[in-house]
């Protein structure tokens, strides 16, 4: 059942191109969306138009199946955790927590027990009477989002939760927020910049770039997949070849790069058609034996990274391959060494260039 | 966030506001402008409907009124010069104390002195520079030194306006000063600049819109200063406010002393556009 | 690293600075207990007689009185007024905001003087029972201690983070109930602060005074001065102890609330 639905939703503040262009997605009950994208791309336009803080320029926005776009965001149903927490800094964290509740007029006993339940589900038993600022980053994190599932939201806004923590706390907080949300279930958007967060996270993902939706899917369809050439590069390391398709032999096609040579390639795109052939540094070999792509290459530039070695390895003069291995022992070729490096075709992606 | 806001009334919020300043201070000030352009009409307090030039051309070609406009203009000149000497100093010092009780000590100080009852203050000020039983001449006969007349002449009336004025002017360095980056001056100091190069060189060039600010807020005060001419200067001495208070409560000259409240505004007026296109250009050649 | 941060030509000038500036009010204290019987210094013995004589007469009685209760109304209003206006200010981006910002503060810089004959005469013209009554003085007032509220609470909210309003908007408050539980909460010490400048602005005017006050309402300004022109004994330096009592105290209070560092709630044990 679709909990979030953007149908055709823009944003433009005053002149210049729009904050966010004509936006559609949807979002499954019970799911982890993220949005993703550089900073400026309108991640938090979009969320914040969710939210009920921005007014669309144009389009519907639907929770539930209820048309909300009109919706002030006291009457949403929505809860949004901010970059900052937003921690009320004149209430304890317990009125913090009851706040919503006492909107809703609830007496005191049935608030007292609910902040407590909420409190045990973000760990922080024993915290009520503490002011906001005798709270670690962690412990505001933890307490805004106990605000915010103490009203059973039907949806769960988090813009860059994560990103005002340390590294340690970060990745800590990243493994129980996935768990908090699995438990209770809850429809969550989340915005981040951290491709890294966006793919160990999320159901599904949406990258943006530039206001614009450049493509919504698991993380590991957009990592393997990816739909434009900003995905490919946005998303992990990749080598990116502008390319012409030339014809396909079955599941295979020919496709001849900028400096003249020629690769194999999955047949996704039609002959004659320009392309960029992505390739992932990890499916690059050196050796590469069995590999169909393969190609004389001289090695510029060896970087040590513990876990594994990255290179880079000069094709021709206008040709640059970057590579990767795990680091495992075994010889490493040495700077200005002559090697054969190669890939399998099947491990390329094909990405058609945008009309 | 402006669609949101405006659904949420915002707008409304500046009603009020706004309502008062059309209806308390635009309105009147056309009024005033209107009255300074009637003839002249001795006990009349009213809008009259014919328009006429006589209380400015009564104002520049009597040497009595322009001169005191001349005297207020050389009186305001002075007391920015002397807030400026005076002034900087002291901002500097609070804005540089690493110790943020004195800071705060220093700013209730000046605060305080900027609020207090004007005519306690001068009163304050006859006591100390009184030209017979006065604190410093005093001193100055027990050294067997000859009395200085200091007050109830321009002198006076400039110690007066600068005692008035000095903590605007000092307030508004310390704005600046307070944020303007020490490393700037530190990083000069390390390429070799003196502690008084460094401070000509980067602090003061850096401060400068505020001393300009401030030096509006300061002429404009005095210009249309009323209590500290009457009370530190003479009647061989007088200010363009002095004679305004003396036209219309005094004399029922209304129209006249509208047409002095004009140019008093004018000048007021003046003074901030000048600054503000200095400070624009200031601002234009820095980067 | 410099062992003392300023030279020395300025720590003298600083120096004369802070005397000019604080011997008058230092002076007048003193001159406020003077056994003698007319202005003197040093004064001839201590003694309490011109603080009780400015106590029971008619300075005190009436127009400290007045003063204060006339400070009370405007400051009253203009908070409200000038808390509205700052919020809009801060809020909107519309054209002309600037303009409108610029004239909602420049009773800052405009003479005082020429303001109060401009309302007189336009009290004068509309007949409105504007003219000589409290309720004109008290719009100059406001009209004068608006911009220190505006500016002051402008300056604070600038400074609030607005996703604290917006946490309490998506947790279910309307607008006006945000800004009551929440915006105003933690902006109060700017509002107080603001409250506080627009109660010691009134309570000190004297240029708008001059014109709109009448013998049955003058301010204390304006009867000090009056008093001082006519006939000089050391009442008005002990009404000075009481203005200078006053106006220490509140800014004391303003800079504390517009000092503190951050937005720190109060901690709780
Ligand atoms: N209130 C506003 N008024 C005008 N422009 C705005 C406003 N808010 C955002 N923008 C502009 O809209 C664009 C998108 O902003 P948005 O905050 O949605 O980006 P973002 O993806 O969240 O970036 P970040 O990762 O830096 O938070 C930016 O170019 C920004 O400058
Ligand atoms: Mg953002």
């Known amino acids: 059942m679709r909990q979030v639905e953007l149908i055709g939703v823009a944003k433009s503040y005053g002149e210049g191109p729009p904050a966010v262009a004509r936006s559609d997605f949807s979002v499954e009950k019970g799911e982890f969306f993220s949005l993703l994208g550089p900073s400026g791309c309108g991640k938090s336009t979009t969320l914040r138009m969710i939210a009920g803080f921005v007014a669309p320029s144009s389009g519907t926005i639907r929770l539930g199946g209820e048309d909300v776009t009109a919706l002030p965001p006291e009457r949403r149903a929505i809860g949004i ?12 964290v317990a009125q913090n927590i009851g706040y919503g509740l006492k909107l809703r007029k609830h007496d005191k006993a049935t608030i007292a027990a609910a902040v407590g339940r909420a409190l045990e589900q973000v760990g922080l038993v024993g915290y009520e009477n503490r002011s906001p600022s005798q709270l670690s980053g962690g412990e505001q ?60 996270l999320s159901d599904r993902i949406a990258v943006m770039s530039k206001g614009v939706v450049q493509q919504i899917g698991t993380p ?136 | 966030m402006a669609a949101t806001t405006s659904r949420d009334g915002t707008y409304l919020l500046l009603v009020p506001a706004a309502a008062m300043f059309f209806l308390f201070m635009i309105l009147p000030l056309l009024v005033l402008f209107v009255i300074g352009f009637n003839p002249p009409e001795r006990g009349l307090l009213a809008v009259q409907p014919q328009l006429s030039l006589e209380n400015l051309v009564r104002f520049f070609t009597n040497p009595l009124f322009y001169g005191s406009l001349l005297t207020s203009l050389q009186l305001s000149a002075i007391t920015v010069v002397f807030d400026v000497l005076l002034g900087f100093p002291l901002a500097y010092i609070m804005a540089r104390t690493s110790s943020p009780r004195v800071f705060t000590g220093l700013s209730i100080l000046v605060l305080a002195s900027m609020q207090l009852d004007m005519t306690i203050r001068l009163y304050g000020m006859i006591v100390i520079f009184g030209n017979n039983n006065g604190l410093i001449n005093q001193l100055l006969v027990s050294l067997g030194l000859p009395k200085l007349q200091l007050i109830y002449n321009r002198t006076g009336i400039a110690l007066g306006l600068v005692q008035a004025t000095l903590p605007f002017m000092v307030f508004s360095l310390i704005s600046i000063l307070r944020n303007l980056d020490r490393s700037y001056e530190q990083a000069a100091r390390s390429l070799g600049a003196s502690r008084w190069r460094a401070f000509f060189d980067i602090t003061l060039p850096l401060a400068t819109p505020a001393v300009i600010s401030g030096a509006v807020i300061v002429f404009s005060l005095s210009i249309s200063s009323y209590i500290v001419p009457i009370l530190l200067g003479s009647s061989r001495v007088s200010t363009i406010s002095m004679h305004l208070y003396q036209q219309v409560s005094e004399m029922g000259f209304w129209q006249f002393g509208s047409a002095l409240g004009l140019i008093m505004l004018a000048v007021s007026l003046g003074a901030i556009l000048v600054s503000f296109s200095l400070s624009q250009r200031y601002a234009g050649s820095r980067f | 690293m410099e062992t003392s941060e300023s030279p020395f030509v300025f720590k003298a000038i600083a120096a004369v600075a802070l005397l000019l500036l604080l011997a008058p009010t230092v002076v007048t204290v003193v001159a406020a207990f003077n056994e003698g019987n007319y202005l003197q210094f040093p004064p001839q013995g201590l003694s309490l007689r011109w603080i009780e004589a400015f106590l029971t007469g008619p300075l005190f009685r009436e127009s400290f009185t007045f003063s204060f209760r006339l400070a009370f109304c405007a400051t009253l209003i203009s908070t409200v007024l000038g808390t509205a206006a700052a919020l809009a200010l801060v809020r909107l981006r519309f054209r002309g905001r600037e303009v409108l910002r610029a004239v909602m503060l420049a009773p800052i810089v405009l003479p005082g003087m020429v303001l109060g004959l401009a309302l007189l ?53 309307g607008p006006v109930r945000a800004f009551f539980d929440v915006t105003m909460r933690v902006t109060a010490q700017g509002i107080l602060a603001g409250a506080t400048f627009a109660f010691i602005v009134s309570f000190g005017q004297f240029d708008i005074s001059l014109f709109l006050a009448t013998s049955e309402m003058r301010p204390l300004p304006v009867a000090l001065y009056d008093s001082i022109r006519y006939r000089t004994d050391p009442t008005i330096a002990a009404a000075g102890v009481f203005a200078i009592s006053t106006v220490f105290l509140s800014m004391t209070l303003v800079h504390v609330l517009t000092n503190r560092k951050g937005k720190r709630a109060a901690p709780k044990g």
């Open chain 1, 81 to 92: 955790v901010f970059q900052n927490y937003a921690i009320f800094p004149h209430m304890t």
């Open chain 1, 141 to 200: 994190q933890r307490v805004a989002l106990a605000r915010v599932i103490v009203l059973e939201p039907r949806l769960l806004l988090l813009d860059e939760p994560l990103s005002a923590l340390d590294k340690r706390l970060r990745d800590e907080m990243r493994v129980w927020l996935k768990r908090l949300q699995h438990e209770l279930g809850i429809t969550t958007i989340y915005v981040t910049h951290d491709q890294d967060e966006a793919l160990s």
């Open chain 1, 220 to 355: 590991a369809e957009i990592y393997e997949r990816p739909a434009t050439r900003f995905v490919a590069d946005f998303i992990g390391e990749s080598n990116l070849f502008s390319c012409r398709v030339e014809g396909a032999t079955g599941a295979l096609a020919t496709v001849a790069l900028d400096d003249g040579s020629k690769a194999l390639a999955p047949a996704t795109e039609a002959a004659g058609r320009r392309a960029t052939l992505m390739v992932r540094p990890e499916h690059v070999l050196i050796g590469a034996a069995d590999a169909a792509n393969r190609y004389p290459a001289t090695i510029e530039e060896i970087a040590y990274h513990g876990a594994h070695l990255r290179f880079t390895a000069r094709l021709s003069p206008s040709l640059i391959v970057r590579g990767e291995r795990v680091n495992v022992g075994g010889g490493m070729p040495s700077l200005g060494e002559r090697v054969t490096i190669g890939w399998q075709p099947e491990s390329g992606v094909l990405i058609p260039d945008a009309p």
């Open chain 3, 121 to 173: 005469s336009f009290y004068a013209a509309i007949q409105m029972g504007l003219f000589r009554t409290f309720s004109g003085l008290l719009l100059a007032h406001v009209l004068v201690t608006l911009p220190f509220v505006i500016a002051t609470v402008g300056a604070a909210l600038a400074r609030f983070d607005r996703s604290l309003e917006e946490a309490a908007r998506s947790l279910g408050a």
